[in-house]
């Protein structure tokens, strides 16, 4: 079966960088995808990665390992404004999107 | 300026009866879906379509219906309501290529009593 995995919650400082990690397992790839979403509203796209290496975004990168199957958002110099869930999803051979449960991140001050 | 709307935002209401959730967009999207989400879980696609008269079944699409007579317009319909159909449902929209992104709308949060 097709999988994402990432972790279910984070707590970081205010100011501190923090690494969210997501690993998959999916019948191709076509891309894999980074979306925000803040308690009781709509995900918000992040970032796109279908090349491996690191696509940065100002304080937001995400990088990505087709090998292995894995990728990581990295988010710097946090704000209060940041907390929220960290969804990664993944487009399958079919370009349909296997979705990730999200990573839900406390900033803490 | 080019978004998408969801209504109604918030949906109480009895056992079996039906519903539609409407959902549209103004970007001229011809992508569109409808996904469930509970609290904490992932987003289930329950249907999409890639343009007008084109509809196809996601992974819960069941107990429910969709149309899409216009470009911007895609709503769903539930028969009949039941307690485990209670969820966040999400519309969302998309450009042609493949690397292009969702938009989702605001959500209807339904509960069926």
């Known amino acids: 079966g097709q999988n994402i995995d990432q972790p279910t919650e984070m707590t970081a400082t205010e100011g501190a960088i923090v690494q969210i990690n997501c690993t998959y397992q999916?019948?191709?790839?076509?891309?894999l995808f980074w979306y925000q979403q803040h308690a009781g509203e709509a995900p918000t796209f992040l970032s796109y990665n279908v090349l491996d290496g690191l696509e940065e975004k100002g304080r937001f990168s995400s990088f990505l390992s087709r090998s292995k199957g894995y990728s990581y958002l990295l988010l710097k110099e946090l704000q209060m404004k940041d907390s929220a869930s960290y969804l990664c999803?993944?487009?399958?051979?079919?370009?349909?999107?296997?979705w990730g449960a999200g990573t839900k991140l406390i900033i803490k001050p | 300026e080019a978004d998408i709307y969801q209504t109604p935002r918030y949906l109480v209401i009895g056992t079996g009866k039906k519903i539609t959730l409407e959902c549209s967009q103004t970007?001229?999207?011809?992508?569109m879906y409808w996904y469930q989400q509970d609290p904490g879980m992932e987003l289930h696609l329950i249907h999409y379509?890639?343009?007008?008269?084109?509809?196809e079944k996601g992974d819960l699409s069941s107990e429910s219906t969709v149309s899409r007579i216009r470009t911007e317009h895609f709503p769903l319909t539930l028969e009949s309501a039941r307690p485990s159909h209670t969820s966040q449902y999400l519309c969302?929209?998309?450009?042609?290529?493949?690397?292009?992104?969702?938009?989702f709308g605001n959500g209807t949060r339904l509960t069926v009593t």
């Open positions: 379509s890639y343009g007008v008269n084109s509809t």
């Open positions: 969302a929209s998309s450009g042609t290529g493949d690397n292009s992104p969702l938009h």
């Open positions: 999916t019948s191709g790839f076509n891309g």
């Open positions: 999803a993944v487009m399958d051979s079919n370009y349909q999107l296997i």
């Open positions: 970007m001229g999207h011809d992508k």
